[in-house]
């Protein structure tokens, strides 16, 4: 059994791929946008002009898979009540993926040493995802 998080970016969903891309080294393992559909969407699910906008994708950051897409383009994403763990190799590999992910995004708590980690940190990225970095003891 697994539990993948699936994040919705009400419209930004492929800036959101590319930003992972090059911040985290992800790699798609699958994209479909609505126009690809196999089946028309249902009238009023997405607004006129959103068939070129991701209907499905699953990117891979890790061993992690991530499914994600722009859901029904309505505005702006909204990600509250969890946050993503990203464990780092080391302290060096922390501080880059770090920097990365707090690029246009906002700082929660510094990367520092804890009590549990030698490196930890929080950050929502630019899209309001929230992720936590930690370096295992």
Same mark, same amino acid.
């Given at each position: 059994?697994?539990?993948?998080?699936?994040?919705?970016?009400?419209?930004?969903?492929?800036?959101?791929?590319?930003?992972?891309?090059?911040?985290?080294?992800?790699?798609?393992?699958?994209?479909?946008?609505?126009? %690809?559909?196999?089946?028309? +969407?249902? *009238?009023?699910?997405?607004?006129?002009? &959103?068939?070129?906008?991701? =209907?499905? !994708?699953?990117?891979?950051?890790?061993?992690?898979?991530?499914?994600?897409?722009?859901?029904?383009?309505?505005?702006?994403?909204?990600?509250?009540?969890?946050?993503?763990?990203?464990?780092?190799?080391?302290?060096?590999?922390?501080?880059?993926?770090?920097?990365?992910?707090? %690029?246009?995004?906002?700082? +929660?708590? *510094?990367?520092?040493?804890?009590?549990? &980690?030698?490196?930890?940190? =929080?950050? !929502?990225?630019?899209?309001?995802?929230?992720?936590?970095?930690?370096?295992?003891?």
């Amino acid at each position: 059994m697994a539990i993948e998080p699936y994040l919705f970016f009400n419209g930004r969903c492929e800036e959101a791929v590319e930003f992972y891309k090059k911040a985290l080294g992800a790699e798609v393992l699958m994209l479909m946008r609505f126009k %690809e559909s196999p089946e028309p +969407q249902p *009238p009023g699910m997405i607004p006129p002009g &959103s068939d070129n906008k991701i =209907m499905h !994708a699953c990117i891979r950051i890790g061993d992690a898979s991530v499914m994600a897409s722009d859901g029904r383009c309505t505005g702006q994403a909204d990600f509250q009540g969890f946050s993503l763990s990203l464990t780092a190799a080391n302290e060096a590999d922390a501080s880059r993926k770090f920097a990365a992910l707090a %690029e246009g995004g906002q700082v +929660q708590m *510094p990367l520092g040493k804890t009590f549990w &980690s030698p490196c930890f940190g =929080m950050v !929502a990225d630019r899209f309001g995802v929230g992720w936590m970095v930690t370096v295992a003891p």
